[in-house]
């Protein structure tokens, strides 16, 4: 790092308004850099987050689109103000300092390495082929929430879990149709709907493994949403970086238009949990 880049004035931005700057772009507008540790990261990271840690940043900034805005972030924000001025000081033409750090986000989280559930996108794949296990995912959160709800006493609870489950089968409406629109195929949707590819659900996990990793009680129509929220950041995750790691170009574009619905669907969630 050369000297003068210590002194180059960076832009910053606190939790609330980085949160707004990302949801108010299209997705994968917006390049979300992790300079954390890679322990660091598969703790939690923000969801959509790239790591590149911050020793080697110099050696990496090829893999950064120099066009996109880039949002800068560490734990508290003092690794990611030295990468601010780093990707300033080289020719990046938006870059943003996240003040306080992945400490003070207020958005959505992840978990895992950078390469958690990628084993369901080699990317390689066709629209056809990504089509069909996102549907595969989706379903299979759907199931879960259809398990969920016979066992809730709390009326409000078993209702929300009923809610969540015809949200996703409106997703596998989307898809299937979409399936139908890109191959051209007349298929029959409940042969479609029989091509399960992965017993994960959206974000590449298992029922058990959100089941182990995620506290929540079923009966607190809060912790209901919320946890439907953690799924669905995980999800908007790994589409992601799918997205991102895709060798084709019309698979990649597929790949971030459903990211962009697990965004808009996320929202959406929010607006549910501030009614409750």
Known sequence: MRWKQFFTPVQSMDAKEAKQFIEEKPHGTVTILDVRQPSEY????????KLIPLPEINDRKAEIDRDKPVLVYCAVGGRSRVASQMLSGGDFKEVYNLSGGYKAWQGQTALGPEDQGLELFSGRESVEEILIVAY??????????????????????RELFEQLAAIELNHQDRI?????ETTKKDADREEFDHTVVVTAMEGGLTTEEYMRLYDFNPASPRDVVELAMTIEAQALDLYHRAAENHEDEESGRAL????????????RLGELLDRL
Do not use: N, W
């Not at 598969?42 to 987050?49: N, P």
């Not at 595969?136 to 609870?157: H, I, N, Q, T």
């Not at 299937?176 to 139908?180: K, P, S, T």
């Open 256 to 267: 971030a238009g459903i990211a962009q619905e697990e965004q808009t669907h996320l929202k």
């Open 136 to 157: 595969s995912l989706e379903k299979g959160l759907r199931e879960f929430y259809l398990s969920m709800a016979p066992g809730m006493k709390d009326d409000r609870a």
């Open 42 to 49: 598969q703790a939690g990271h923000i969801a959509g987050a």
């Open 176 to 180: 299937f149709a979409q399936y139908l």
